[in-house]
T-cell receptor, first 117, second 113 residues
Framework: NAGVMQNPRHLVRRRGQEARLRCSPMKGHSHVYWYRQLPEEGLKFMVY????????ESGMPKERFSAEFPKEGPSILRIQQVVRGDSAAYFC???????????????FGPGTRLTVL | GDSVTQMEGPVTLSEEAFLTINCTYTATGYPSLFWYVQYPGEGLQLLLKATKADDKGSNKGFEATYRKETTSFHLEKGSVQVSDSAVYFC????????????FGTGTRLKVLA
């Protein structure tokens, strides 16, 4: 049973370019979460999605960042016009549908390390 | 608001030493509590969890007890190994309307042979 998949693992962009980060949740999981980890810091929640719905985007910067989780295919975190401060590790996590008890454990992918030059 | 506070690292121990990493939390309601471990260059792996007061989570020799009276979830291991060197994150989950984790800042553990 494959775990959460993220690609690419490493992404280098120049200032002003776009970054697209992909996350495929574990099989059977319909909840996806994105977190950002700045160097030497803990993870900060960004957004929580279910299929075709954004449930909580309270951690997303107001500009340049967007996320989707379409009916088919992976979840995408998109950063437009990247700046140096966007350099970080971006982690995706997933959990299965169901009650709070079954969804409270999130399973993390290996992360995408974004470097903005 | 809800928050998690961890002891600052790095923590450096000799092999077979006793480990404690302190974690306290502030939350409304009764969150589930977690410890995750991150090895260099990798993502987070669930180490253990506890979902209600007085529950003890345990895994791979690590354990932590959910203490509601002290709002704590300290991580302990009786005898650490070099392979335990990693960053350890304490977290709680908000379940009212959303399921986002609140993480502590992480504690780096280095175990010397």
């Amino acid at each position: 049973n494959a775990g959460v998949m993220q690609n690419p693992r490493h992404l280098v962009r120049r200032r002003g370019q776009e970054a697209r980060l992909r996350c495929s949740p574990m099989k059977g999981h319909s909840h996806v979460y994105w977190y950002r980890q700045l160097p030497e810091e803990g993870l900060k929640f960004m957004v929580y999605l279910q299929k075709e719905n954004i449930i909580d985007e309270s951690g997303m910067p107001k500009e340049r960042f967007s996320a989707e989780f379409p009916k088919e295919g992976p979840s995408i975190l998109r950063i437009q016009q990247v700046v140096r401060g966007d350099s970080a590790a971006y982690f995706c996590a997933s959990s299965p549908p169901g009650t709070a008890a079954s969804t409270d454990t999130q399973y993390f992918g290996p992360g995408t390390r974004l470097t903005v030059l | 608001g809800d928050s998690v506070t961890q002891m600052e690292g790095p923590v450096t121990l000799s092999e077979e030493a006793f480990l404690t990493i302190n974690c306290t939390y502030t939350a409304t309601g009764y969150p589930s509590l977690f410890w995750y471990v991150q090895y260099p260059g990798e993502g987070l792996q669930l180490l253990l969890k506890a979902t209600k007061a007085d529950d003890k989570g345990s895994n791979k020799g690590f354990e932590a007890t959910y203490r509601k009276e002290t709002t704590s979830f300290h991580l302990e291991k009786g005898s650490v190994q070099v392979s335990d060197s990693a960053v350890y994150f304490c977290a709680l989950i908000i379940t009212s309307g959303t399921y986002k984790y609140i993480f502590g800042t992480g504690t780096r553990l280095k175990v010397l042979a």
